[in-house]
């Protein structure tokens, strides 16, 4: 069977080290046909909050973002947009059912309207993070040398663990009570894991 070269750089950015890899190229692999071909999908897939569920989706596009490969598609379910990350989609069937691909003119990536705005301040030593992490137009340097993020985000346990990966080096501007659920999510791991 003959490799295509996307399917090449993809495995390469799965890492071909893992032992998930091969596993997710194949998803990648099935998931690519079905947006190509515009066929409905029936995945299960495991939430953050630990709930499994069987769906029919519509996919649109593959993104790859922060060091993992997700499946932007239509829920047929919540009748809405949604964003899936390929290793939390346990199973997927491409049905025999297409469906119409959305007409551009008008814009589908309008979901995070439904997000608040969460500004943080990042100092200069975590450039690389900031532009790896967040688009360019969500970025302004000041004159000292910290960067100030703007950006709007699911507030949610992805959050959380996104936040908490920055250690001592962001400092959470607004909203301000975001401070103190990562403050509390911080104590819960020191008391965990204290020695």
């Known amino acids: 069977m003959h490799e295509s070269r996307l399917f090449k750089i993809v495995y390469y950015l799965l890492d071909k080290g893992h032992a998930t890899a091969p596993e997710l190229a194949e998803k990648f692999e099935l998931l690519k ?10 995945i299960h897939y495991a939430s953050c909050n ?26 047929k379910e919540k009748q809405d947009l949604r964003i899936f990350k390929l290793n939390r989609i346990l199973n997927l069937e491409i049905l025999d059912e297409s469906f119409l691909y959305p007409d551009f003119s008008e814009p589908i990536d309008n ?5 608040n705005l969460i500004t943080l301040r990042f100092p200069r030593e975590m450039a690389y993070r900031v532009y790896d992490e967040f688009d360019k137009t969500q970025i302004h340097k000041q004159e000292n040398g910290d960067y100030i993020v703007s950006a ?13 990966s920055f250690g001592t080096q962001v400092d959470i501007l607004s909203p301000a009570y975001l401070k103190d659920v990562i403050a509390k999510e911080a104590e819960l791991i020191y008391e965990k894991n204290k020695p």
């Open 152 to 164: 709007k985000m699911p507030e949610d346990r992805w959050l959380t663990g996104f936040l908490l």
């Open 33 to 42: 046909s079905a947006v190509l071909q515009c066929r409905n999908v029936k």
């Open 50 to 75: 630990e709930i499994i569920s069987e769906r029919i989706v519509q996919p649109l596009k593959l993104i790859y973002k922060s060091k993992a490969w997700y499946l932007k598609a239509f829920c």
């Open 111 to 115: 979901d995070e309207g439904k997000y």
